[in-house]
């Protein structure tokens, strides 16, 4: 059984800063790519940005600033996330699956989301 467990999302201005963290919790010995997806009100799921064993991949809306990390000893994916705009208000989900891909089907596993909210 695995669980992915989001944290760290909240009520900031815009401009702010945010750190998301995604907890791997499971006893599944495989490499996995992460994932971090968004969901706005109304709006469709979007790919936000990926961290396969290489490199990470990110959507051309938050390039520049959101930024993947992973630490492989406590299990866990991070994302921090800069110079906030209003636009970044939504529902921020982790996954992990077996490609970094921009698709959600892609992934297999996937925590329940923690709030971003950016007012100005």
């Known amino acids: 059984q695995v669980q992915l467990e989001e944290s760290g999302g909240g009520m900031v201005q815009v401009g702010d800063s945010l750190r998301l963290s995604c907890a791997f919790r499971?006893?599944?010995?495989?490499?996995?790519?992460m994932a971090w997806f968004r969901q706005a009100p109304g709006k469709e799921r979007e790919f936000v940005g990926a961290?396969?064993?290489?490199?990470?991949r990110y959507a051309d809306s938050v390039k520049g600033r959101f930024t993947i990390s992973r630490d492989s000893g406590k299990s866990s994916m991070y994302l921090q996330m800069d110079s906030l705009k209003s636009e970044d208000t939504a529902v921020y989900y982790c996954?992990?699956?077996?490609?970094?891909?921009?698709?959600?089907?892609?992934?297999?596993?996937w925590g329940q989301g923690t709030q971003v909210t950016v007012s100005s």
């Open positions: 499971g006893r599944i010995f495989a490499s996995y790519s």
């Open positions: 996954a992990a699956g077996l490609i970094p891909a921009a698709s959600a089907r892609n992934y297999m596993y």
């Open positions: 961290a396969g064993r290489g490199d990470t």
